[in-house]
DNA sequence: CTCCTTGGGAAGTGCCACTATCCAAGCATG
DNA sequence: CATGCTTGGATAGTGGCACTTCCCAAGGAG
């Protein structure tokens, strides 16, 4: 198909797509002549993912690109691309080591990990972007005064310990590294929006059964 | 306290408290002179609940004002008031009502609403920004050819109400309605990031133990 | 041959969260 | 009292980002 017509059936601009092509989200057409380009389902099925990463997950172009080089990146082990990819999505700035609320998160969040047994995260530790910007999210509470500590999250990491099996359980239905990698990434960037959603709809459903509809 | 202290405290520049304060997001301090006015700890309170709106939370300037307004009106109740702000944060957009994907998901959202007996979220239905946004979402996943259907998302829901049933007994600790709506703002705003951080936490977790640190 | 369409690149737009500058009024110090 | 800093308020400007507009040369259709 021309790019005209990618255009049509993603419902996106053809300016629009052309900037994802200078920008390198979406891979060129097989370039027929000079003035013209031929694009193929699996470019509207990356635009239609480019499109998702960026509005719905607010993904910004540049981080976008990381993560999907990463996907595409077939010469890794399917791990480290894994973690590539989503290490890739943005996340929340860097917590400050100097910050005493900082000093305290850490020691919250470590005791958290022994409580649990987690020893992959522990072992892990700072090198991971989620777990820094665990740190700096726990930290912020504090600063608030809302208490975070080991004990109240552990019932929290627990529910969402059960989740994660979930999510690689249905993973693990996809034949190839490359699938798997690109449908863990809309799991986080587009799924997690369904389950805060639940989260959310799920706040409403049980105030209105304690306090009533009024 | 003086601006400058405010800002000496708060790590944030004069010139975006001065910002802040114009645009409406925190009360003026008590003018003392023509060039001299005074803050105290409640403005340094709001002022980080601010900053964490804006930056970890990323909610827009705009919709922090409106979220912040519902906090501050004691003239609601206590339901309605947590609802008004809450319903104020930023969601998805709303769901195109002729798109077949709209369609299917808003049978698979009352499809799962009804297998989980949330009848009150049923009731209230597209009147919610949550739920709109929930049907969006799933729509999103149904347009990438993601599975998202009821079965799949129950026990999702099942979990999420797990952790509401917890914010909420959390909520009840606090004495004003004031006080309990900020901390609701508060747990949507900055403790779903650390949810969301735990969850992401836990997928390394579970696929270190599946498939090793390789 | 003429006109419309196509793809590509450069420059411009609109939004938004700040930020720099200016100004007059205090206050502090010598 | 003079000088020079700080303060709060207002206005205009900045930088980043996601597009979007404009223009051009090359095809292809009639």
């Known amino acids: 198909m021309r790019l005209s017509e990618l255009s049509a059936r993603s419902g996106v601009s053809t300016a ?9 989200l979406l891979a060129p057409g097989r370039q027929l002549n000079a003035t013209t380009a031929e694009y193929d389902e699996t470019h509207l099925r990356r635009l239609r993912l ?7 997950g607010r993904v910004p172009v540049a981080s976008a690109r990381e993560v999907l080089k990463h996907v595409d990146d077939e010469s890794l082990g399917r791990t480290i691309r894994l973690g590539a990819a989503l290490w890739a999505l943005p996340q929340a700035p860097d917590p400050d080591e100097e910050d005493p609320a900082t000093i ?3 020691a ?8 649990l047994g987690w020893d992959a995260a522990r072992e ?8 820094r910007s665990l740190v700096a999210l726990v930290a912020t509470q504090i600063r608030l005064g809302y208490p975070c500590d080991a004990e109240t999250m552990a019932p929290y990491a627990e529910l969402m310990r059960q989740a994660a099996a979930r999510d690689l359980d249905r993973m693990e239905t996809y034949e190839s590294d490359t ?8 799991s986080a960037v587009l799924f997690e929006p369904v389950l805060r959603a639940l989260h959310r709809l799920a706040q409403e459903e049980e105030s209105a059964r304690r306090y009533g509809l009024g």
């Open 16 to 24: 629009t797509i052309k900037y994802y092509l200078r920008e390198g």
């Open 50 to 56: 480019v499109r998702a990463l960026i509005q719905v």
């Open 104 to 106: 305290a998160a850490t």
């Open 108 to 115: 919250e969040v470590d005791r958290l990990l022994r409580t």
């Open 124 to 131: 892990i530790g700072a090198l991971s972007p989620v777990h």
């Open 179 to 186: 699938e798997m990698v690109e449908s863990a990434v809309s």
